[in-house]
């Protein structure tokens, strides 16, 4: 690989990281709000969090993971494992991601008379879109790490 598999893997979580914290922030400032804004919040704070803590947790298997790889406890052959395995949860979550889209439209399509609940369903398909974007590209951008990995 050009580098460390897991140097890269952690550097790429984090706009996961940032996601997540921004989300978790601004949707704190909309919970003093009713209705639409106050449940599209709530849907901002949580996924967010979420966000936060599979990024954090991530980063630092990562950080471990590139340490190991440094010491030599780790192959190249270990980092392409975890690369394929990396892009096919990627790829699952991709999916994933898509239903999240489909059911907060259809929540908020379905209420649409109940503001609060259009906020519940909008901030879900916001935060599935967002996560459909991330999860797609980086999947992506690991095959083609892989490929140019195995034309070395």
Known sequence: MQENFFVYQRRALRPLLVWGIGSSVLGALMLPFAGFWRHFGLQA???GVIDVLLAMIGRRSALLKAERMATGELEARDALREAEQFRKILTVNAGLDVGYILVGLAVALRYAERPDRQGL????????????????????QVGQRMDADDHE
Not at 126 to 139: K, M, N
Request: glycine share 14%; charged share 10%.
């Open 45 to 47: 704070v949580a996924w």
């Open 121 to 140: 369903g909008y901030g879900i398909a916001t935060q599935g879109a967002f996560l459909l974007v991330f999860d797609a590209l980086l999947a992506r």
